[in-house]
């Protein structure tokens, strides 16, 4: 029997596990539009997004990465994470972004709530 890790898609504090259970750190937060922007520029870096706590992360296919970014977080994306600057939208806090690090690997992931 294939038991699922424990801290799949959960973070705490800068770490974040992923689906594998695999532990990742925080390497930067609260970035810019132009940060997202050079980082989505990088096919290496993967992307999640966080919308709801509690919830898994969701991982973004490569080639919807920049649609997603688009249609879905850059209108409620508080730049720099100035959350101050913008209200709660449908309920929930304006998203962030944070790069996340392990051997030599990146995450690029949005954060709301």
């Known amino acids: 029997m294939n038991a699922r890790p424990r801290n799949a898609n ?7 596990w992923d689906d594998n259970g695999r ?3 925080r390497s930067a937060s609260n970035l810019t539009r132009a940060q997202v922007e050079a980082a989505l520029a990088d096919p290496a870096i993967r992307v999640g997004l966080h919308d709801d706590w509690g919830v898994p992360l969701r991982w973004v296919d490569r080639d919807q ?4 970014w688009r249609d879905e977080v850059a209108g409620d994306f508080a730049d ?3 959350r101050s600057r913008h209200a709660r939208k449908q309920g929930r806090l304006p ?3 944070g790069l996340w690090v392990r051997d030599g690997a990146t995450l690029l992931v949005f954060e709301s709530d």
């Open 10 to 16: 959960r973070f705490a504090d800068d770490r974040l």
């Open 23 to 25: 532990q990742w750190s």
């Open 65 to 68: 990465r920049v649609a997603v």
């Open 80 to 82: 720099g994470g100035l």
């Open 95 to 97: 998203y962030v972004a």
